[in-house]
C-alpha cells in the first residue's frame, strides 16, 4: 500500500523559514517522480514543484521560485521542501503527491493528506 | 502558467450524466494528451479519476470518462450517484516539467 505522510508544517512569521519532509512507502521510490502541491483552505490545488525520480530533474511554479527548494533522498524514501523567504500568500497545506512515472510534469497518482503551513506575524 | 479554466460549479440530479469543462490553451491542453481529473472531497486528499485525457485508472468507475477536443478537455460523469459530490480539478502538463491545475469544480448531486 503506498503511504506518503507529511511533516513539518507549522507558524512561522514572514520572512521566516521552514523544512517540510514527506516519508513515502510501499512503492519503488526511486522509479518515479515526487512533488509538493499546495491548496489554501477553501481553494483550489496548486502545483509547487517536482523532482523525477532520480532528483536530477527538478522544477518550479514561478511562484516560488528562488524562494523554496525541493530535494529529494532515495536511500530514505523521503522527499522534502525548503521554503525560504514565507510570505503570507504561501499560507496552505501542502500536499506530498507521488507521480504517476519518473518525469516531472506527470500526473499524480496518490496524495499525502497535507500538513498546514500558516505565514502570519 | 495560468490556471486551467473550469465552470465553478455544476449539478445533476441522480441517474443523470453530467459533463465539467477545462478550457486550457495550445500551450498544454490542446498542446499534451498529458490532461488528468481528480476527485477531492471535503477534508479529504485528491484522488486521480482520469489520465492521460481519457484512462480511468485501476479500481475507478467507468462511469467516469474523459475526452479533449483542441483546446478544451472534458470530465463526464454518467450515472450520477450521491457519492460522486465532490471538487473536481483538471491538470494538464504544460512543457518545460511543469504542471497546472484548473480552478476546481463543485459537483453538488440534487
Known amino acids: 500500500e503506498v503511504q506518503l505522510l507529511e511533516s513539518g508544517g507549522d507558524l512561522v512569521q514572514p520572512g521566516g523559514s521552514l523544512r517540510l519532509s514527506c516519508a513515502a512507502s510501499?512503492?519503488?521510490?526511486?522509479?518515479?517522480?515526487m512533488n509538493w502541491v499546495r491548496q489554501v483552505p477553501g481553494k483550489g490545488l496548486d502545483w509547487v514543484s517536482g523532482?523525477?525520480?532520480?532528483?536530477?530533474?527538478?522544477n518550479y511554479a514561478d511562484s516560488v521560485k528562488g524562494r523554496f527548494t525541493m530535494s529529494r533522498d532515495n536511500s530514505k524514501n523521503t522527499v522534502y521542501l525548503q521554503m525560504n523567504s514565507l510570505r503570507a500568500e504561501d499560507t496552505a497545506v501542502y500536499h506530498c503527491a507521488k507521480g504517476v512515472d519518473f518525469f516531472v510534469g506527470s500526473t499524480f497518482d496518490y496524495w499525502g493528506q497535507g500538513v498546514l503551513v500558516t505565514v502570519s506575524s | 502558467q495560468s490556471a486551467l479554466t473550469q465552470p465553478a460549479s455544476v449539478s445533476g440530479s441522480p441517474g443523470q450524466s453530467i459533463t465539467i469543462s477545462c478550457t486550457g490553451t495550445?500551450?498544454?491542453?490542446?498542446?499534451?494528451?498529458?490532461v488528468s481529473w481528480h476527485q477531492q472531497h471535503s477534508g479529504q486528499a485528491p484522488k486521480l479519476m482520469i489520465y492521460e485525457v481519457s484512462n480511468r485508472p485501476s479500481g475507478v468507475s467507468n462511469r467516469f470518462s474523459g475526452s479533449k477536443s483542441g483546446n478544451t478537455a472534458s470530465l463526464t460523469i454518467s450515472g450520477l450517484q450521491t457519492e460522486d459530490e465532490a471538487d473536481y480539478y483538471c491538470s494538464s502538463y504544460t512543457g518545460n516539467n511543469i504542471r497546472i491545475f484548473g480552478g476546481g469544480t463543485k459537483l453538488t448531486v440534487l
Open positions: 523532482a523525477s525520480g532520480s532528483g536530477g530533474s527538478i
Open positions: 495550445n500551450n498544454d491542453v490542446g498542446n499534451y494528451n498529458y
Open positions: 510501499g512503492f519503488s521510490f526511486g522509479t518515479y517522480s
